[in-house]
Structures are given as structure tokens and as C-alpha cells.
């Protein structure tokens, strides 16, 4: 990525966080699973891994030969990261992650995994507690303490509230976590009594919680779909779209007011759609949301609920401009690349806008989410 | 003042004198408590509530769709019964809120204060009443 062009623009010195960008976990995979904390399901993986051959990485769940982001190798960033690494002092996802923010001109960089995004359609519900237990502890251990400049947000085993519960206790002070991560894509109800607990031990951090968004192409209306382009353009917003309605109208946001919520990677347009569709309907049918004390979209652009940029959809910059005022972006809003996906973005779609102040896109590049994660500007 | 009132089913018309700005609407005995009746007095339809003491009178007129509010069904306020964890155990009643609810979308109205209990900037559009010698009153602007 072209550093030159920041300096050009002279937003190269700005502090600038990314609040969602990827590392391909699986390249690393025997080497995550000798951190299951189960020994017979540590050494499954590891017999698995030394013994089979031209199969998946052990434990994963997913959509296995599904992945076309490359658009038939059209975008070869996601697919295979060729970059040369010949460092031996520090780990390859290091310097992979480093390179990209010097790319970018980070001064942080959130890392989530990428094929873990689909665990919470793991079959097995204890799976998605042992990998990602394995994951957390690999990242803050091997990877973390490398650059105070790559953090994380902890991903929970949603599925199985005591241990996501018991992962936020873990983690809460641990160096380089920041918050904690839910992966959206999963049939499970956000506002379930099973959850209350999560919350309040998250509420009681200070950090957030975020809803990384996935597709699901199995998902029985998305199957209709018969392009990645259409699926994906859908299941990244849907599984945000259902989680936020729950959350919101069944009154997260009042039985955990400190609660902190961020809805990571699902663009921004889903927002003014759901608040307009969710207040219209909420008029009239207000008893059966009656923990709520304003407008679901009064709630949706509170200083509660932030939101990441990527991708930002820009093709009409009218609808655009309403989105940021509706969401309160000068605030509210984080910039995220996604970086190395398909449709990552630089930190351009926020500098070039021709609608903001100067002090609206430092606070979306970087100075919201140093208030909202307690990040060292001067770093 | 002579007036007259016809019941067409839920909607009570007075006739006669009707330029007076306040109403005489009847006595309080003729209220039962927790219900409402609607009058048209003038060329305003208006709807009457009775609180125990208290009385209420609010336009005939839903400013969600225009729909007519004070012709539906009163309801007490629904709550969430939430546990000291913030758990759900589902939902209640609270006997001492009672709502007006359009019958065009649904639209609630608190009775004491006219406002939507999920957004106070919906509201109906209230009028002056009281009660002089267990004879109540209302005053059209």
C-alpha cells in the first residue's frame, strides 16, 4: 500500500485507528490448536494435523470451497498474502500486520480472525469454546505483546454464555484487549436471559462488546442467492440487522446503560433503513417493547452504539451524508479497513469526503475509537 | 343551555347551544372510573377520561395518523417484570397507568399526561377540564 499518497494528503501524521482488520488464522492452525486447553481434543488436532492430508484445519466449521471473495483471482490480497517474511525474531502475523499499518498509517490496528467468524454455526457448541479459548490465548501471548500497537477484542463462545463469561474475567486486563467480540453470524437471540450475566461482567470491564458481522450462505434465504456478490452483500448486514432489533428492543440498552456496543463490518447503510423501520413500527406497537424510554433510532445513535465504517457504502454521497448525521458519525463512527480482505478500505473514504470538517474525520479515523478503548494518542 | 345528547354508539353529539367556550359535560356520577366517553362539542370531537378524581380531555384526534384516538380501548401500561440480574420473566400490567389506544394503528396515549409513553413528543392535544360541584367541565379553545 502507497504511505505516499497519506503524506501527500497530510493525514500520513493523524492518529488513526483501524477497528477491524484481519489476520488469516488457519496459516498459523497447528500452531492455535496446541493452546486447547483439552488434552484429548489438543492432541485430536494435532494427529489430525501430522497425519491427514488435503483437508481443512482441524475443528473448523465453515463453507469450506465457498470462498470466492477473489472474484476468481481478480483480488489476490485475501487469497494469499505473498508478501516475504524472513524475520525469524517475531511472528509472521507481525510483520504482515505491521506492514498493512504502515500502509495504512495506523497507530493501531484491531486484528480478528477470519475463518472463526463462522464458529457460532458450530455444531459442536463446545468447539467454538475450545478454539476459541486456543485463539485468544495464542493471540495475547504470541502475537500482542510483539507491537503495543495491534490489539484485540476477545472473541467470546457465545453459545455457551458461562464460558464467554468466564473469557471476559480472563481477559478483562489483559494487555492488548481493548474489548470483546461476539461473531454475529449464529441463530442465537442476543437478548436471551442466558446473556444477562455476559453483559453485566462486560458492562462492569468498561470495555465494549462488538458484533462482528459474517455470511452465511447456508442460511435458508440466503441460499437463494446464486452469486458471492449477493450473498455476501446481504448476509454481512442481516446478521447485524436481526441482532440489533433484539438488542434494541428488548432494552439492552436500559438494563445495561454503561454497556458499550460496537457493530462491526456491515457498512453503514443497514442503519438508517432498521432506525427508520424500527421506529415506524415501534409507534405502534409499543407494549411489547416497554423497557424502552425513546425511539429505537434515539437508541441506535446514542453514545452507547458505535459503528465501523467498512465498507462504506458512497455511491449516493446525499444518503451518505444523512447516514452520518442520523448515526451521529462526528461521534459514532470508527474507521476499519477489513484489510486484507476483498473490499477493504483506506483511511481515503473518510479523508476524502466533501461533507466533513476537518475535526469530524480525525475523531472517525482514530480519535473516537481512542476515547471509546482508552488508546494512547500520543503513542 | 339546552342541550341534547344523542348516543350513536361510542359518540355522543351535543346539540343546542354551542357557543359557549365551556362545557358542562356532565356530572361525575355519570363517568365510571377507568373509562371514557367522546363528545362533539362545537367543532371539536373530544374525548372525556375519568382517573378516580381525576378527569382528562384530550382531542379526538391521533397525531400519528388522524386516526380516532379517543374511540379506542383503554389499556393499563405493559412493563417488563425484569429480575434484580436484568433477566426477563416477561411482562406486566401496571394497574396504576392507563393508556388510550387508537384504534387505527395502535398508538398509546397516556391518560394522565397525553403523551406516547415510548416518545413524550407524541402527544395528544389536551383541554382545560375540572370538576365544580361533582359537575365537570370543559373548556374548547
Redesign the interface.
Known amino acids: 500500500m502507497q504511505e505516499n499518497m497519506h503524506n501527500k494528503k497530510g493525514f500520513a501524521d493523524w492518529f488513526i485507528v483501524d477497528v477491524d482488520a484481519h489476520h488469516v488464522e488457519t496459516v498459523s492452525w497447528p500452531e492455535i490448536t496446541s493452546y486447547i486447553d483439552d488434552p484429548v481434543i489438543r492432541h485430536q488436532a494435532e494427529m489430525y494435523h501430522a497425519e491427514r492430508v488435503g483437508t481443512p484445519p482441524y475443528g473448523l466449521n465453515g463453507d469450506l470451497g465457498l470462498r470466492y471473495q477473489d472474484v476468481g483471482g481478480r483480488i489476490p490480497h485475501q487469497s494469499s498474502q505473498r508478501e516475504n517474511v524472513e524475520s525469524k525474531d517475531v511472528h509472521r502475523d507481525v510483520i504482515l500486520t505491521q506492514r498493512a499499518m504502515h500502509g495504512l498509517s495506523l497507530d493501531y490496528m484491531v486484528v480478528f480472525p477470519t475463518p472463526m467468524l463462522f464458529l457460532g454455526m458450530h455444531p459442536q457448541r463446545e468447539m467454538e469454546v475450545f478454539l476459541s479459548r486456543a485463539y485468544n490465548r495464542w493471540l495475547t501471548q504470541k502475537i500482542l505483546p510483539a507491537d503495543k500497537g495491534i490489539v484485540t477484542l476477545v472473541v467470546l463462545p457465545f453459545n455457551t454464555p458461562d464460558a464467554a463469561v468466564k473469557m471476559v474475567e480472563e481477559y478483562a486486563n489483559v494487555p492488548g484487549v481493548i474489548g470483546f467480540c461476539v461473531t454475529s453470524t449464529r441463530y442465537k437471540a442476543v437478548h436471551d436471559n442466558e446473556y444477562m450475566k455476559l453483559y453485566k461482567a462486560i458492562e462492569e470491564t468498561g470495555k465494549p462488546i462488538a458484533f462482528h458481522a459474517g455470511y452465511h450462505w447456508q442460511d435458508p434465504s440466503l441460499a437463494t442467492c446464486n452469486t458471492f456478490l449477493g450473498m455476501h452483500s446481504l448476509g454481512f448486514t442481516w446478521c447485524n440487522i436481526v441482532h440489533m432489533t433484539n438488542w434494541v428492543l428488548n432494552g439492552i440498552p436500559e438494563r445495561f446503560p454503561k454497556l458499550k456496543s460496537i457493530w462491526v463490518e456491515s457498512g453503514l447503510s443497514w442503519v438508517p433503513f432498521l432506525m427508520q423501520r424500527l421506529d415506524d413500527q415501534y409507534l405502534m406497537r409499543q407494549s411489547e417493547a416497554p423497557l424502552l424510554k425513546k425511539m429505537p433510532s434515539e437508541y441506535m445513535s446514542s453514545e452507547n452504539f458505535f459503528y465501523s465504517c467498512q465498507p462504506m457504502e458512497k455511491s449516493n454521497m446525499k444518503a451518505l451524508e444523512c447516514t452520518f448525521e442520523m448515526i451521529n458519525a462526528k461521534n459514532q463512527l470508527l474507521y476499519s479497513s477489513d484489510w486484507p480482505h476483498f473490499d477493504f478500505d483506506t483511511p481515503n473514504v473518510i479523508y476524502d469526503l466533501p461533507f466533513l470538517d476537518e475535526q469530524s474525520k480525525k475523531n472517525i479515523l482514530g480519535l473516537n475509537a481512542a476515547k471509546l478503548f482508552n488508546l494512547d494518542i500520543n503513542k | 343551555m339546552n342541550i341534547v345528547i344523542k348516543n350513536y354508539n361510542f359518540l355522543l353529539i351535543f346539540e343546542g347551544n354551542l357557543n359557549l367556550e365551556t362545557f358542562h359535560v356532565g356530572s361525575v356520577q355519570e363517568f365510571k372510573d377507568r373509562d371514557k366517553k367522546v363528545l362533539i362539542l362545537n367543532d371539536s370531537e373530544v374525548g372525556i377520561f375519568r382517573m378516580g378524581k381525576d378527569f382528562f380531555a384530550y382531542e379526538n384526534l391521533c397525531p400519528?395518523q388522524g386516526g380516532p384516538v379517543c374511540q379506542g380501548r383503554l389499556?393499563s401500561?405493559?412493563?417488563?417484570n425484569?429480575d434484580d440480574?436484568?433477566?426477563?420473566h416477561g411482562?406486566l400490567y401496571d394497574e396504576n397507568n392507563l393508556n388510550i389506544v387508537c384504534p387505527w394503528?395502535?398508538?398509546?396515549f397516556d391518560i394522565r399526561t397525553g403523551k406516547?409513553?415510548?416518545?413524550p413528543k407524541?402527544k395528544l392535544k389536551s383541554f382545560p377540564i375540572k370538576v365544580d360541584r361533582e359537575e365537570v367541565y370543559v373548556t374548547i379553545k
Open positions: 400519528h389499556f401500561l405493559v412493563k417488563e425484569l440480574n436484568s433477566k426477563s411482562r394503528h395502535g398508538l398509546e406516547h409513553p415510548g416518545n407524541i
